[in-house]
């Protein structure tokens, strides 16, 4: 096996982007180590045909609403879907002089499909491709969700399609590879010359549910005029807190989560607008919301981890992920959890 190439890159602080030290997302692992530093803005404005892969369908659209000459490639989302004949439309753009995809992971092989049957992709010899730059965006996802959505392995037999410069796998937590050739893949280390210090408030309960409905009571009498926003992985919990809560609140309340999950939440939708602002005061987020996605508003965040059943257990990379969802800072933020009689 060949020694793997390290290469480390400076952050004067935490606060700077990724661009304003590079010109061009670097190929091979990309780990961050921070959250919000703009790696996948980089590869979206940069001068070259990208295909930026996201683990769900929320990333991707919403990244695609950053620009009109971004395209979401992936199964409908707020009713919107790019066809066959649209990918087509835009390949012959000429107004749109670098192509950017913005793919769901499970529409990769469909969207390569296309673009070689458009002949807009060729593998001309050993190298593998070369026209389009491929970002796999918070690959610690992929890894994680690979279990129970086995087509996230294709995305990695994919990335090997193309030419060893011209494909990243990106994450601000990074886990191991169990691929043989991954663990060789070159390995750029973002580095940041501030240390990162937050004041955590740290809530147990042995009714977490109750626990996280008083904070949520406790932070709107405190702060009224400002937003809160809550990560739980349990849309059953979320609906059982919203009771908890004093009607004149329950108004306040909307929940971001999966299409599978919105005939279940009924009338408490939550959306994200094109200027990555929450439509409602109290936000409640699942999985669907932990990674990719940015938020504009400055928010109370609640992390709740319940180890009560396995989906709604939070690692501390999720923590993390979750963290950096508001990438104009937090408020204050608060990790909730339980306490429990076993080991």
Do not use: W
């Not at 909307?254 to 959306?271: D, F, P």
Request: aromatic share 10%; net charge neutral; charged share 25%.
């Amino acid at each position: 096996m060949e020694e793997r190439k390290t290469t480390y890159i400076s952050l004067p602080a935490l606060n700077t982007k990724l661009s304003e030290v590079l010109p061009f997302l670097p190929y091979g692992l990309v780990d961050k180590k921070i959250t919000g530093i703009g790696a996948t803005h980089l590869e979206m404005y940069s001068p070259r045909n990208s295909i930026i892969v996201t683990p769900t369908r929320a990333l991707a659209y919403n990244k695609s609403l950053k620009d009109s000459s971004f395209l979401y490639i992936g199964s409908p989302y707020n009713g919107k879907a790019a066809s066959l004949q649209d990918i087509k439309y835009y390949l012959n753009n000429t107004s749109v002089e670098y192509k950017k995809f913005l793919v769901v992971a499970d529409s990769l092989p469909r969207l390569i499909h296309i673009l070689e049957e458009e002949k807009a992709i060729q593998q001309e010899n050993i190298d593998g491709y070369e026209e389009y730059f491929l970002m796999v965006d918070e690959i610690d996802t992929l890894q994680s969700d690979n279990y129970f959505r086995p087509i996230l392995s294709k995305v990695i037999d994919f990335y090997f399609k193309f030419n060893p410069t011209c494909r990243a796998l990106v994450s601000a937590t990074v886990k191991s590879f169990s691929h043989p050739k991954l663990k060789e893949e070159p390995l750029n280390l973002i580095v940041c010359n501030e240390s990162l210090k937050r004041d955590i408030k740290l809530i147990q309960s042995n009714n977490i549910n109750q626990a996280v409905s008083n904070k949520i009571i406790n932070t709107m009498k405190d702060y009224p005029d400002d937003k809160v926003l809550i990560a739980y992985n349990s849309v059953r919990n979320i609906l059982e807190i919203i009771k908890l809560l004093p009607f004149e609140i329950q108004e306040f309340c909307g929940i971001l989560c999966s299409e599978n999950n919105k005939i279940e939440i009924g009338g408490y939708e939550a959306k994200i607008n094109e200027i990555d602002r929450l439509s409602h005061k109290i936000t409640f987020m699942t999985c669907a919301y932990f990674s990719g996605i940015d938020i504009a508003d400055k928010c109370h965040l609640i992390t709740v981890s319940n180890i009560t059943k396995a989906f709604s257990v939070l690692p501390l990379s999720r923590m993390i992920q979750i963290h950096g969802r508001c990438r104009n800072g937090i408020l204050s933020p608060t990790i909730s959890g339980d306490i429990s009689p076993k080991e």
